[in-house]
Antibody, heavy 119, light 107 residues
């Protein structure tokens, strides 16, 4: 069965960087695109960007351009989200979510990773 | 960017009620519209894609309709496990955008 397992919670200081991982299993990793979505405490969902695990191409939301990097490691079926120059407003739960076979977004989601930015 | 506006932002309903949530896009998105359900402390769950296609394993009490700019999610008979927050998302063009959410609470 499809599973997306994310890395554990992180606490970072303002200005630092964080890397969150998402390990996929139960399907052919390189066949399906992967989204990253975040949710600040008590707030709605915010799309950050997408990566093609097959070729590594990415598309980032303009809001995060210059601060976000999405990469993948096909040998371990893992995608990574790195966010730099963290500020308190980046405190959120970060989710990876697989794009579905017919192009629908997010048929499967990771469990989420809480990133707390605090001095 | 395409703006997605959901209404209402919250509603109170009783078990057995029929509930309808609407989602409006700021420009036409054909049928590239998905609906998600989220319970507190959990990841969202995909319910519907392509405006009206039920995701595998989702009960048929959920249905979606619409095309262009106006969409609806209907729960035919609300059950205790359906109390949650619901989000629409357009995937017609990048950046993908979500509606603000509709919290369905128990009356």
């Amino acid at each position: 069965q499809v599973q997306l397992v994310q890395s554990g919670a992180e606490v970072k200081k303002p200005g630092a960087s964080v890397r969150v991982s998402c390990k996929a299993s139960g399907y052919t990793f390189t066949t399906y695109l992967m989204h990253w979505v975040r949710q600040a405490p008590g707030q709605g969902l915010e799309w950050m960007g997408i990566i093609n695990p097959g070729g590594g191409s990415t598309n980032y939301a303009q809001k995060f351009q210059g601060r976000v990097t999405m990469t993948r490691d096909t040998s371990t079926s893992t995608v990574y989200l790195e966010l730099s120059r963290l500020r308190s407003e980046d405190t959120a739960v970060y989710y990876c979510a697989r794009e579905g076979p017919t192009g629908e977004p997010a048929d499967y989601w990771g469990q989420g990773t809480l990133v707390t930015v605090s001095s | 960017d395409i703006q997605m506006t959901q209404s209402p932002s919250s509603l109170s309903a009783s078990v057995g009620d029929r509930v309808t949530i609407t989602c409006r896009a700021s420009q036409g998105i054909s049928n590239y519209l998905a609906w998600f359900q989220q319970k507190p402390g959990k990841a969202p769950k995909s319910l519907i894609y392509a405006a009206s296609s039920l995701q595998t394993g989702v009960p048929s009490k959920f249905s979606g309709s619409g095309s262009g700019t106006d969409f609806t999610l209907t729960i035919s008979s609300l059950q205790p496990e359906d109390f949650a927050t619901y989000y629409c998302q357009q995937y017609n063009s990048y950046p993908l955008t979500f509606g603000g959410g509709t919290k369905v609470e128990i009356k």
